[in-house]
């Protein structure tokens, strides 16, 4: 069987639990990094990754043979695991449960990326992209 062609671009983002701003700088730097490593694991490329205290964005893309819920449920769930009881960085991270998600063009990729790797910039000035932060789950 030959191999399948296939460019599925998704740009997610989720929420911690109860929207509470557990993002600290050392958590952050721990969580990223291994939300790319995980995502590798699962054949799926992640473009970005960034967000605030209470919400990240990702772009990644995720093959057809793969179910997004399943994914994204993977990379939450690990991460948080990963937080609590492997580094043990903090005992209770959690996410809200849920995610939001869209599809984008290729072309729209470096828009995109560029919009989630300056997520704090945004934030802190308010130019946000009403579409994009839409996106965040309540």
Known sequence: MGKTFHKLFYH??????????????????ALYPFIENKAKRFHCIIHAIDGIEDHIHISIEIPPAESVSDIIGKLKGSSSYFLNKEMQITTDFRWQEGF???????????????????QKEHHRSGKLNKAMEELETD
């Open 100 to 118: 939001a998600c869209l599809t984008f063009a290729e072309k729209d990729l470096p828009n995109i990326v560029r919009y989630i790797k300056h």
């Open 12 to 29: 997610a983002v989720w929420s911690t639990y109860l929207r509470l701003p557990t993002i600290s700088p050392d958590i952050e730097k």
